[in-house]
């Protein structure tokens, strides 16, 4: 008998144990993201030290492929009860987003339950206003923000004659620096990320011409186009006539004319300042960086260009508990440090005043000044009805149209009035379709 109560006495203890254990496991905080290469590392290493820094909550980062396949994801995820606790949704797919009630939790109210400090105020204007409703209170955690800027191979500049610290400034010295380096031993003259997000949204901006009515879709529903305005047909002309002397190399839609750049083909690319680390670690050759080329005919210009990247987005039906640790790593996310670090590292902007200032007294823009390139692009002039950022539905379906048409013209199957005038008409549907759908 003594043996048994022995027995049960060590089971019971071992059970007591194991029960400790299970209370004492960190509580899974899934993070769905888009980054890749450099990007991703860095992510990593932000949710790695999370984790060393508390017991209670575990950060766990999965890649879900690119932005749009991770919205989707996404919203069918939430659609079968099994959404993730933190969703990145790039900046397009803010108002799909805004409009989805019950899929999200905002983050003001996140932390607010949480009882953390959250201040909306800490953020660089640019970034707060875009992730925030119209009286102020942000929805969304801003997290790789960024600007499109003018990365140059100088290497390729020195082979053509062209002088490597002088980048062109204008859209005319643009094209013809192209042609001279295509002439001079590049495979091609330029290539363009993110095409309807640097030639269309930010270029309207950055020469302060709406994008589209109603402010750009922050002043109401109701918005329509106005992408196929004079500027815009007389850029996407220039565009295509750089492809028929193939100075212009059109490779895709979204992030894949990078590997254009990176590998030398094409000596000059525009895209995301969040380029910046993969370049930086994979590129053969010595790159620069510069501020976008405008027209210099247009008056004003340039003004200041629009936030892109993506925000991260609470997703709804989860614990309080587990809101409580998203709240927590949320906290963690805004430290100084952190964003500092990121933005040194990837070269997305420090979305915080803080940790700009930080960058700035280290010196570290007297090292590394391309990269205070999009911060002055941003806020170098007080923002204009047109330059405050995109507030449109079922953007990222847009973006497809307007690549569609595009598409079209640099193929010659349509003048470039034509191709946006019909990417208008196009855009304009789907933004009557969300209306409907979302009230």
């Not at 766990?60 to 749009?68: H, I, L």
């Not at 990145?88 to 953390?116: D, H, N, R």
């Not at 614990?319 to 590292?345: C, D, M, N, S």
Request: a negative charge; glycine letters at 10%; hydrophobic letters at 40%.
């Amino acid at each position: 008998m003594a043996k048994r109560i022995s027995g049960l006495t060590a089971a019971t203890a071992l059970l007591i144990g194991l029960a400790a254990q299970a209370e004492a496991a960190p509580i899974e905080i899934r993070w769905w993201h888009s980054m890749t290469d450099t990007n991703s590392a860095a992510l990593g290493k932000i949710a790695d030290a999370f984790n060393a820094s508390q017991p209670d909550y575990r950060i766990v980062p999965v890649y879900k492929g690119s932005y749009p396949e991770a919205l989707n994801a996404g919203i069918a995820a939430f659609r079968a009860h099994q959404a993730p606790h933190i969703l990145q949704v790039f900046e397009v797919g803010t108002a799909t987003m805004m409009a989805a009630k019950g899929a999200i939790k905002p983050v003001y109210e996140l932390m607010e339950e949480a009882g953390l400090p959250f201040d909306a105020d800490a953020y660089l204007p640019a970034v707060a206003t875009y992730y925030s409703t119209a009286d102020g209170h942000m929805i969304s955690m801003p997290f790789n923000s960024s600007t499109p800027v003018l990365y140059y191979n100088k290497d390729a500049f020195r082979r053509a004659g062209l002088d490597p610290v002088v980048p062109p400034k204008t859209w005319p010295d643009f094209f013809q620096d192209a042609r001279q380096l295509k002439a001079g031993g590049s495979a091609c003259g330029f290539t363009l990320g993110w095409m309807s997000w640097t030639q269309l949204e930010v270029f309207s901006a950055w020469h302060n011409v709406p994008f589209a009515s109603e402010a750009n879709g922050l002043g109401g529903k109701d918005a329509v186009l106005e992408i196929n305005g004079p500027l815009q047909v007389r850029h996407l002309d220039d565009l295509v006539k750089a492809a028929e002397d193939r100075s212009f190399d059109y490779a895709g839609r979204q992030s894949e004319p990078d590997a254009k750049f990176i590998s030398g083909d094409c000596a000059m690319i525009q895209t995301s300042s969040g380029l910046y680390g993969t370049a930086k670690a994979n590129a053969k050759f010595e790159f620069g960086m510069a501020p976008l080329p405008y027209y210099p005919e247009v008056p004003g210009a340039p003004q200041n260009s629009i936030i892109g990247g993506a925000s991260l987005w609470v997703m709804g039906g989860k614990t309080p508990e587990e809101y409580k640790g998203v709240a927590r790593f949320f906290a963690f996310l805004g430290q100084t440090p952190i964003q500092v670090a990121w933005h040194e590292t990837t070269g997305y902007l420090p979305i915080t005043k803080a940790a700009y200032q930080a960058a700035k007294s280290e010196g570290f823009y007297d090292k590394n000044p391309g990269l205070e390139i999009a911060i002055h692009e941003l806020l170098d002039k007080p923002p204009t009805e047109n330059t405050r950022g995109l507030r449109l539905g079922n953007l990222a379906q847009i973006r497809d149209g307007i690549a569609e048409e595009i598409e079209s013209a640099l193929a010659g199957k349509e003048s470039a009035k034509e191709a946006l005038d019909r990417a208008k008409a196009r855009g304009d549907g789907i933004l009557r379709s969300f209306e409907k759908t979302t009230g």
